[in-house]
């Protein structure tokens, strides 16, 4: 029963164990399924698990049917039709980190965005090339056909060489795609938890930077080879450096100014975004500007700057990969994989949370790799979203992927019709514009400093996959990231939090006891707490901090009392103790032992339980022994274990709190458990963890129901009466004071008493 009493309350009820609360309360049976029965369940087949299975499959079929036509089309259009020009120039910049001919990046701006709008779950993310990935499949281009194979660069070879990359590109696209794919139908949506935003920020902090170096060669123009190896950053810059006499200075000119103006009109993009109706479009202004600027000064004759040159018309066949290409990029597909699918879907749960929709993670990794393998058969490459991109699309008004669909009808124009027109575009505009984009990534360096003040494993986490993906590259220094986080997961459950608890307030609130000053620690008891699952890993640690707590290793009381019984088992046969009814006492002068002939008893016997059945008197090991014989002095009577923060328990450790708890049983020191989970008392039964010294009795529901258990079986509790004690300071305040420090339940208590 509980009895509100102003802002306190008082609760009466017995003391339980885990025993006594089940016997009193009726606990319901509940089936839990097998994975047999799980597996039924998923191959069952009825007409509503087939529609249901439809309409995960095609999302499309749920949402178009319901969408507000006068309220939304209008917002979708706007915001398709700057979205579809974003992805034009994106498509085309992003192209040139793939190390392929910007007209390829067009195809991969259009063909996920028609199967994600089929397939997809977000209404607001705008899938098409993004530069992580992008970078992360030209690295595997270059691997495969490096810059080397180009000596004699004549256009025969530029073009047989680009044809090689395409194909490099469009396999590794495919190849990860069926990866995705393959994920999503076997349910593997979860593995984006893996990936915890600290790994993601630094990984894609990292990929900015690489972005940065790639991109130098095309705002430079230098024909810097590519070095898809541990530390070729450092190879590709002292390239850079060794050719830098060799800039073209028109270029670089061109570079810096673009660069400039679209970092100026982002920044006041973003200051005054409350006050413009639509973000400024500054990267088409500058591209119109620039390929005009181009052509009617002739900037490619003149001061020999490279153009994008011919954009293929139309779509070309789709093809097959190449099963050659496809078993040297296994590994890199899968990083490109896992990351798309990260990246995609984090920015996709932003939306949906803003505007309170679900999305699907297993039906999101289908929906990207049918993308991507669509894209890749038709030589496009790797697919997410851009930040950008998709921000653009949100903040337009777009409502649903009509907008897609919107942009990608404005990128299929591009490839139909009016793609000549940015043929006298330099290449080194569309590099400038790639680097204008990665503003928030490389804002993200301000994080390092906030992780540190917040959790420094977060931020240890998120300098090391910096580090990683910068100098051992994207693919090797993801996997690196990866193992890093796992292994400080490992690292904190292996040396989890174990504190000493004590009484706070004399209440039924338990705290560690160095962090008060009011405290009450009973008398001979030890509270103990563990704030991690108990595993192989860590039990040792356990039981290392449980013995500091408790100032004595319980194995070595034992084996010090069953030798001192020895002793004086001898001694008494040797008629050198007399037993009296005060207690034994010396009748001469005992020579000490050496301890190497003590230790010469067996180990096994010495770890038994003490036994005194056939000695005429019971040895009092708190008392004073007999001269020459010395034991550890143990000053607790009872341990309680909190395991409310043990999430489970394995075999191993089992094993190992058993002998641990038969070592403090059997020196005669009562151990509870309290605060255990449900199922935690089955699965020990199951194991076969009770006998006749570990018994399921010594488990409580709370901590303080584990105290008054101990207060009252050791007659503390009822020995003397209650002392009502008067403060000086208050007469109406009054201190109840019975033997245990605790509250009696049969004393009416004013509502500002204090205990």
Not at 114 to 140: A, K, N, Q
Not at 142 to 156: F, H, I, K, Q
Not at 312 to 341: H, N, T, Y
């Amino acid at each position: 029963m509980v009895e509100p009493v102003g802002n306190h309350y008082v609760v009466a009820r017995p003391v339980y164990s885990e025993n006594s609360f089940n016997e009193e309360h009726e606990k319901l049976h509940r089936f839990h399924k097998t994975f047999w029965d799980h597996l039924k369940l998923y191959f069952s087949c009825s007409s509503q698990r087939v529609k249901k299975i439809a309409l995960r499959l095609f999302p499309v079929v749920s949402w178009l049917p319901a969408y507000r036509f006068r309220e939304w089309i209008l917002s979708d259009i706007i915001s398709g039709i700057n979205t579809g020009l974003v992805a034009v120039l994106q498509g085309l910049a992003f192209a040139l980190l793939v190390n392929v001919p910007p007209g390829y990046g067009l195809y991969a701006a259009f063909f996920p965005v028609l199967v994600y709008f089929i397939f997809g779950t977000s209404r607001h993310i705008s899938v098409g090339p993004f530069p992580v990935l992008s970078l992360m499949v030209g690295g595997v281009v270059v691997r495969l056909v490096p810059d080397d194979s180009a000596a004699n660069r004549t256009s025969t070879n530029i073009s047989l060489i680009d044809e090689e990359r395409v194909m490099v590109a469009a396999s590794v696209t495919f190849l990860s795609g069926v990866f995705q794919l393959l994920l999503g139908m076997l349910q593997f949506g979860f593995i984006v938890i893996y990936l915890s935003q600290s790994l993601i920020s630094g990984f894609t902090t990292a990929a900015a930077i690489h972005v940065v170096v790639s991109q130098l060669k095309f705002m430079l123009q230098l024909p810097v080879p590519g070095f898809n190896k541990p530390f070729g950053i450092i190879y590709t810059l002292g390239s850079v450096f060794s050719q830098i006499t060799n800039t073209n200075i028109a270029d670089l000119v061109t570079s810096l100014i673009v660069l400039l103006i679209v970092f100026v009109v982002k920044e006041m993009n973003d200051r005054y975004k409350a006050k413009l109706p639509t973000p400024i479009p500054i990267e088409l202004l500058v591209t119109v500007l620039a390929a005009l600027i181009s052509y009617f000064f002739n900037l490619e004759e003149k001061f020999n700057v490279a153009v994008v040159g011919k954009l293929e018309e139309g779509f070309q066949a789709p093809v097959a990969p190449d099963a050659g290409i496809l078993q040297k990029c296994i590994g890199d597909s899968i990083s490109i994989a896992i990351v798309g699918f990260a990246v995609a879907f984090s920015v996709a749960k932003v939306y949906s949370i803003k505007h309170d929709y679900p999305i699907d993670g297993n039906q999101e990794l289908i929906a990207f790799g049918l993308g991507n393998i669509v894209g890749g058969s038709f030589k496009g490459f790797a697919s997410s979203t851009a930040l950008s991109r998709s921000g653009v699309q949100e903040s337009t008004g777009g409502k649903t992927q009509i907008a897609g669909i919107i942009s990608a009808v404005i990128v299929l124009i591009v490839i139909l019709a009016i793609g000549f027109l940015l043929e006298p575009l330099q290449k080194s505009v569309l590099a400038s514009l790639a680097l204008g984009n990665l503003k928030g990534m490389l804002m993200q360096f301000k994080e390092v400093g906030i992780l540190w003040r917040k959790d420094k494993y977060d931020c240890v986490i998120w300098v090391v996959t910096f580090l990683a993906a910068v100098f051992l590259g994207l693919d090797i220094g993801l996997a690196a990231a990866v193992a890093f986080q796992l292994l400080t997961v490992v690292i904190r459950s292996q040396i989890p939090s174990c504190t000493v608890l004590a009484n706070v307030g004399r209440s039924n609130i338990y705290r560690n006891r160095k962090d008060y000053t009011d405290i009450y620690e009973p008398e001979g008891v030890k509270i103990f707490r563990c704030s991690s699952p108990i595993f192989f890993a860590n039990i040792e640690f356990f039981r290392e901090k449980l013995v500091t707590a408790v100032g004595f290793n319980p194995l070595r009381v034992l084996r010090k009392r069953n030798k001192a019984l020895r002793k004086i088992r001898k001694m008494l046969k040797n008629g050198e103790l007399q037993v009296t009814p005060k207690g034994l006492i010396c009748m001469a002068n005992h020579t000490l032992e050496s301890d190497e002939e003590l230790d010469n008893n067996s180990i096994e016997e010495l770890d038994q339980p003490t036994n005194m059945t056939d000695l005429p008197i019971q040895i009092n090991w708190g008392a004073e022994l007999p001269p020459g014989i010395t034991v550890p002095r143990v000053d607790i009577h009872s341990i309680i274990l909190d395991f409310s923060a043990v999430s489970f328990l394995d075999f191993s450790a089992m094993r190992v709190l058993q002998k641990t708890l038969k070592e403090f049983v059997r020196i005669d020191i009562d151990v509870y458990i309290a605060g255990a989970h449900e199922g935690f008392l089955e699965k020990l039964e199951r194991c076969a963890f009770f006998d006749e010294e570990i018994k399921p009795s010594m488990f409580f529901l709370t901590i303080h129901d584990a105290v008054l258990h101990i207060l009252l079986k050791k007659d503390i509790a009822s020995s003397p009466k209650l002392k009502l004690t008067e403060e000086k300071a208050n007469s109406n305040n009054y201190i109840v004071i019975p033997s245990n420090g605790l509250r009696s339940r049969e004393v009416m208590i004013p509502a500002e008493t204090k205990f």
